[in-house]
């Protein structure tokens, strides 16, 4: 399995190439060329904070076999909560299913510690058929 690795080049800090930062992952979201967002954190770690990157799903990385077959073909972002470990082998996963995932910088920790805009989960709508909350 991958390791989140920090690259230098040019004397310049780079995110690995399976991972991506809270700042360009913002500017993307909204836009046509949005990954999908897959929030893997465990219960207890979202408990203590029940909120989402806009435009992320929760589910769970125990059952990744099941529901990645309807991820393939996309770009997708897998959120955790500090981004290592539980992303990394859930992005892995992925990845072994033709899903070009990545993983996010830092976690779910890293998102909101740049103070970046998170959605609680209870004021969410509830998803159709095609996935869509409005």
């Not at 949005?34 to 989402?52: G, H, M, N, S, T």
């Not at 955790?80 to 072994?96: D, H, I, P, V």
Request: aromatic residues 2%; glycine residues 8%; proline residues 5%.
């Amino acid at each position: 399995m991958p390791k989140n690795r920090v690259l230098v080049h040019q004397g310049r800090i780079m995110s690995s190439y399976t991972a991506i930062s809270s700042e360009k992952l913002s500017r993307l979201i909204g836009t046509a060329n949005a990954p999908a967002l897959i929030d893997v954190r465990i219960d207890e770690d979202f408990a203590a904070d029940p909120r989402l990157i806009p435009g992320a799903v929760r589910r769970s990385h125990l059952d990744v076999q099941d529901w990645a077959s309807r991820m393939t073909g996309q770009s997708v972002v897998v959120i955790c909560q500090k981004g290592k470990k539980l992303s990394e082998g859930t992005a892995a996963l992925l990845r072994c299913a033709s899903v070009e995932a990545e993983v996010l910088e830092g976690g779910h920790l890293g998102w909101t510690g740049a103070e970046l805009p998170a959605v609680p989960a209870d004021k969410i709508p509830k998803r159709d058929g095609r996935g869509r909350t409005v």
